[in-house]
DNA sequence: CTATTTCATGTCCAACAGTACAATATTTAT
DNA sequence: ATAAATATTGTACTGTTGGACATGAAATAG
């Protein structure tokens, strides 16, 4: 089983040798009659290019990964539906690459947390043929949020503290803290570890 | 991390011992204060009982797989929604198992292939208005923390307090603490929310 | 014009988080 | 066998967090 990297110019990035010893990197149009049966390919070309690309792989036996800078959820459903079994970020480290691909040659796909969510959520409600639209109650208690309190919760939800905050936005800690409570008893949350939770559910 | 088969006459499988040597079965009820964080919970019972024990299962931060003998998309979908991550038939071989616990245990998902079809075309279609963002950066190496280390630092980024991951790990709090010292220090994280952010990232 | 909401700030205090000093037992590697 | 890594727990200390009391100014809705 071997690793191949598809990229532009048939450059081989050192974290990709570092992740997998065995590895090489190839041309779009090298592809064809060179990967074997549960080869993994790594496709770090344009989306323009994916389809034909992971189509080609896929006919070999081989397992396509597909590699963007974009963490587009949609770019990654349009990626999986093709046939890719993994989607995954350019800069990914190296122990990231060895789980992908621990993942995906056992038969797995690789799709982000918060991507399963939607995708699971999703597609359980499609098949329930439910004509509801999909009424996220999250988005009617982040209304419940003023504008300020907004802005406060998204700075806490990127792991500021309240000091960082309290010089962000120029107010003193207090009335950071004074924000904070106002969403912790609104969004229901105990402290700003449960927020960023709720928060990263719905506007990731 | 310990396997658990659920059924509802606390049996234990011979394949299901070949398959994972460090196991133990126990009925529906025996479920709660037995499993750990990322143990792997197997679930032989009836439809429904799920809901219930899919919840005590990821409530203490183990992960479950539902086994059944009817391999209905519906149903799975289903198991997969209300928090299991994978869904399996129940006569698999032992070495099909263990490929699943590999993909689980690995941040992955188990389904089928052909159910996994109908996931991402409904989904895909479900999915098409929605604007996403992102930010990934990251160098260090989730291969430096320690298996312990490694259930802490779930633990911690699933939001729960020091006192909480003492409690489920039954240990005391400073050693919580001191794991928590370690992984801060080896992913070069100032705090829990730090961490809570770049496992975000790692395991995306 | 008043009532309400939003935004800002203050002090006090208890709980939590994290580090600096440890020490001890067990397992793993050389 | 010895060294190194791992897992556990202890005390003491500092900084952070969040709630419980507040107050006051500005904008907005009725």
Redesign the pocket.
């Known amino acids: 089983m071997r690793h191949w990297f598809i990229t532009a110019d048939g450059s081989l990035k050192a974290r990709w040798k570092k992740a997998f010893p065995n590895t090489a990197a190839l041309t779009p149009d090298s592809l064809r009659g060179q990967v074997q049966l549960n080869d993994i390919v790594w496709l770090l070309t344009t989306v323009e290019e994916w389809s034909s690309l992971i189509d080609v792989a896929t006919k070999q036996g081989a397992i396509t990964v597909v590699m963007s800078y974009a963490a587009d959820d949609r770019e990654a459903l349009k990626a999986l539906d093709l046939g890719a079994r993994g989607y995954v970020h350019t800069l990914a480290a190296p122990e990231v690459l060895k789980q992908v691909a621990l993942v995906v040659a056992n038969q797995g796909v690789w799709v982000g947390q918060a991507l399963l969510a939607k995708v699971l959520g999703g597609s359980f409600k499609a098949l329930q043929q439910r004509g509801e639209r999909s009424t996220n109650h999250y988005s009617e208690s982040l209304e419940l949020l003023?504008?300020?309190?907004m802005v406060v919760a998204r700075a806490?939800a990127q792991g500021a503290?309240?000091?960082e905050v309290?010089r962000q936005?120029?107010?003193?800690?207090?009335?950071v803290?004074?924000?904070?409570?106002a969403i912790?008893?609104k969004l229901v949350v105990?402290?700003?570890?449960q927020?960023m939770l709720k928060l990263s559910t719905l506007t990731q």
């Open positions: 003023t504008e300020r309190e806490v503290t309240n000091k309290a936005l120029d107010i003193t800690e207090r009335t803290k004074a924000h904070l409570s912790f008893r105990r402290d700003r570890l927020l």
